[in-house]
Antibody, heavy 118, light 112 residues
Framework: EVQLVESGGGLVQPGASLKLSCVAS????????MSWVRQTPGKTMEWIGD????????NYAPSLKNRFTISRDNAKSTLYLQMSNVRSEDTATYYC???????????WGQGASVTVSS | DIVMTQGALPNPVPSGESASITCQSS???????????LNWYLQRPGQSPQLLIY???TRASGVSDRFSGSGSGTDFTLKISSVEAEDVGVYYC?????????FGSGTKLEIK
């Protein structure tokens, strides 16, 4: 069974940094591109970015690329999202997703909640 | 960026009736390979989104045949025939043609 489990969320102060992790199981992690998607409290879905299966290439939403960094460790089957200089508008649930071969997000984690507040 | 615009449903929808959710893209999602890179997802209450339809009209594995997708290059419809209680949730369309990937704002389905 494909599983994606995010961790690392919580309450963080404005301007701080936070790193989310996503551990994958049930499939060969190193065969797939992976994405991060966030959902705001108002339920808006926003794609953050993705990373190639070997970690050699990333794409980002233009509005986030200066503050967010996606990486992966295929030996640990783990995807990461490094968030820096966080703002209140970064408050959201962050989902790790697998990008299937037919250009879809065919598996989603349960989400990690991040609240940015002083 | 490609903007995805979703329509609303006249909620609640009576159980057993059909429901159609619309989605419009600001640019054609038809690729030169003939495929249209439009996906549909359902987020049930309290759950993560799940894939329903890809390439505009292909059902994902395990998805009921009550769900069907159709459309052109910029106008799309997700039809749910004979809605059931388990169909309740928010439906999102998403384009996977080009970066940045973008989603519609979601369409909520309630059942009567």
């Amino acid at each position: 069974e494909v599983q994606l489990v995010e961790s690392g969320g919580g309450l963080v102060q404005p301007g701080a940094s936070l790193k989310l992790s996503c551990v994958a199981s049930g499939f060969t992690f190193s065969d797939y591109w992976m994405s991060w998607v966030r959902q705001t409290p108002g339920k808006t879905m926003e794609w953050i970015g993705d990373i190639k299966y070997d970690g050699s290439y990333t794409n980002y939403a233009p509005s986030l690329k200066n503050r967010f960094t996606i990486s992966r460790d295929n030996a640990k089957s783990t995807l990461y999202l490094q968030m820096s200089n966080v703002r209140s508008e970064d408050t959201a649930t962050y989902y790790c997703t697998r990008e299937g071969y037919v250009y879809v997000m065919d598996a989603w984690g349960q989400g990690a909640s991040v609240t940015v507040s002083s | 960026d490609i903007v995805m615009t979703q329509g609303a449903l006249p909620n609640p929808v009576p159980s057993g009736e059909s429901a159609s959710i619309t989605c419009q893209s600001s640019k054609s999602l038809l690729h030169s390979n003939g495929k249209t890179y439009l996906n549909w997802y359902l987020q049930r209450p309290g759950q993560s989104p799940q894939l329903l339809i890809y390439w505009m009209s292909t059902r994902a594995s395990g998805v009921s045949d009550r769900f069907s997708g159709s459309g052109s290059g910029t106008d799309f419809t997700l039809k749910i025939s004979s809605v059931e209680a388990e169909d309740v949730g928010v439906y999102y369309c998403q384009q996977f043609l080009e970066y940045p990937l973008t989603f519609g704002s979601g369409t909520k389905l309630e059942i009567k």
